[in-house]
C-alpha cells in the first residue's frame, strides 16, 4: 500500500472509531436524574381522573394537616367531580377553584361516597362544611357567603382532624 492508501486506512479506522463511540454511546442508559422528570410528571396527576394533584395544607388549633388533592379546573372537570368514584383515601380529596369567587351550591348526585364539603372564602379560611353528605343526594349545598375554592373529603374526615370554620386552607 502507498502512503495515501496508508492515510485513507487510518482515516478509515478513525472514522469507525468515532462512529461506534457516537452509537455506544447513544445506547447508554440516561441517568436518574434524566428520568425523574417523566416520574414526577407520573405521580402528578391522579391515575382514575387524569387530573393534576397537589398539596394542600388546612392549619388549625395550632396544628395542619396535609392533604393531596385533585384540582378540578375546568367546568366540565368540576360538574364531574367526585360522581361514580367508590374510594376516595383519607388524605386525599378534590379541589374546586372558583375564579370568580363566588356564591357556591353543591349536590352529590351519582355521587356514591359521603363527603366532607368545604367552603373556603376569599381570605383562605373556611367559611362552612357541610360534613357527612348523604350519598346520591339532590338537596342544594350551598356557601354560608363567597367562596374562593370549595374542597371535598372523606365524609366525616374533617371532625376526625378537628377541622372547623375559620381554619386556614393553603394550596
Known amino acids: 500500500m502507498g502512503r495515501v492508501g496508508q492515510g485513507v486506512e487510518k482515516l478509515t ?17 440516561q441517568p ?16 382514575e381522573s387524569g387530573l393534576e394533584v397537589i398539596p394542600l395544607t388546612v392549619s388549625y388549633n395550632g396544628g395542619e394537616h396535609e392533604f393531596r388533592v385533585e384540582v378540578a379546573k375546568t367546568a366540565a372537570e368540576q360538574a364531574r367531580g367526585l360522581m361514580f368514584r367508590t374510594a376516595l383515601g383519607e388524605n386525599e380529596g378534590m379541589l374546586f377553584p372558583r375564579d370568580p369567587p363566588g356564591f357556591a351550591s353543591f349536590w352529590m348526585k351519582n355521587t356514591v361516597i359521603p ?6 372564602g376569599t381570605d383562605g379560611r373556611i367559611t362552612n362544611i357541610a360534613a357527612m353528605t ?3 343526594s339532590l338537596d342544594s349545598i350551598p356557601s354560608d357567603g363567597v367562596a374562593a375554592a370549595v374542597l371535598e373529603i372523606p365524609g366525616g374526615r374533617a371532625a376526625e382532624l378537628g377541622i372547623v ?4 386552607v393553603e394550596w
Request: charged residues 10%; contains cysteine.
Open 134 to 136: 348523604t350519598p346520591y
Open 13 to 29: 479506522m478513525r472514522f469507525a472509531a468515532i462512529a461506534a463511540s457516537v452509537l455506544l454511546s447513544s445506547c447508554t442508559a
Open 115 to 120: 363527603l366532607d364539603i368545604i367552603f373556603v
Open 32 to 47: 436518574e436524574a434524566a428520568a425523574q422528570p417523566v416520574a414526577a410528571e407520573a405521580t402528578s396527576t391522579h391515575s
Open 165 to 168: 370554620p375559620g381554619a386556614r
